[in-house]
């Protein structure tokens, strides 16, 4: 077969000997498979990906979601005994019209473990998420056992009272210590918005 004397241009395809008819149309139909897979096919391979991705997504929150409902009761028991610690120590803390008197316990307090007291200075009210926080700065002086009679009887007071940056130093060449501190007591008026904020995470 002499290629140089094939007429090549496609109007003559018809004349073409056969194999060489068959090679190009081997070579046509590999063309046009593969533009059919480069426009079809691919964009097919790469929804597949993605949702191959999304798979493995919707896998992974399955699994959180699954282990959560497992513990569901335990987080639920626990939710309860928190809700039920948290009504106890909202039901500790003074109304306000209770403060005057709780100022008045704190004072008594002192005096009874024997102090002598050398400020007594209610601060600011300072709002919190839940609560009110009142401060008290406080200076006594007395013995070591009496400071210790003081916080104890502190502790001991049936509203939550509690005792911050205590410093205690030795008065020179006397068993009498000086003691600074900051008493807080936490004001109520909170239980509605606790109970909003519980039933809140309840509905979640």
């Not at 241009?9 to 480069?38: N, Q």
């Not at 610690?85 to 009874?112: C, F, H, W, Y």
């Amino acid at each position: 077969m002499n290629l140089s004397e094939i007429n090549w241009e496609l109007e003559a395809a018809g004349t073409w000997p056969p194999l060489i008819k068959v090679v190009a149309g081997i070579i046509v139909c590999t063309l046009v498979t593969a533009g059919w897979i480069y426009y079809n096919t691919m964009d097919q391979l790469a929804e597949l990906e993605k949702s191959e991705k999304q798979e493995v997504e919707l896998k992974k929150t399955f699994e959180i979601k699954q282990r959560k409902a497992i513990n569901l009761e335990d987080y639920r028991d626990q939710l309860t005994q928190i809700e039920s610690s948290l009504g106890d120590m909202i039901r500790q803390m003074p109304t306000k019209s209770e403060v005057a008197n709780l100022l008045v316990d704190i004072s008594q307090t002192g005096l009874a473990s024997g102090l002598e007291f050398k400020l007594f200075k209610p601060g600011s009210e300072i709002r919190k998420e839940f609560y009110s926080e009142l401060p008290i700065n406080i200076k006594v002086i007395g013995l070591y056992e009496e400071l210790g009679l003081f916080v104890s009887g502190l502790a001991a007071l049936p509203r939550i009272v509690t005792v911050h940056n205590v410093e205690i130093s030795p008065k020179k060449d006397t068993k009498i210590m000086e003691m600074t501190a900051v008493v807080k007591t936490y004001n109520e008026g909170v239980g509605d918005q606790v109970q909003k904020k519980t039933k809140k995470r309840r509905r979640k």
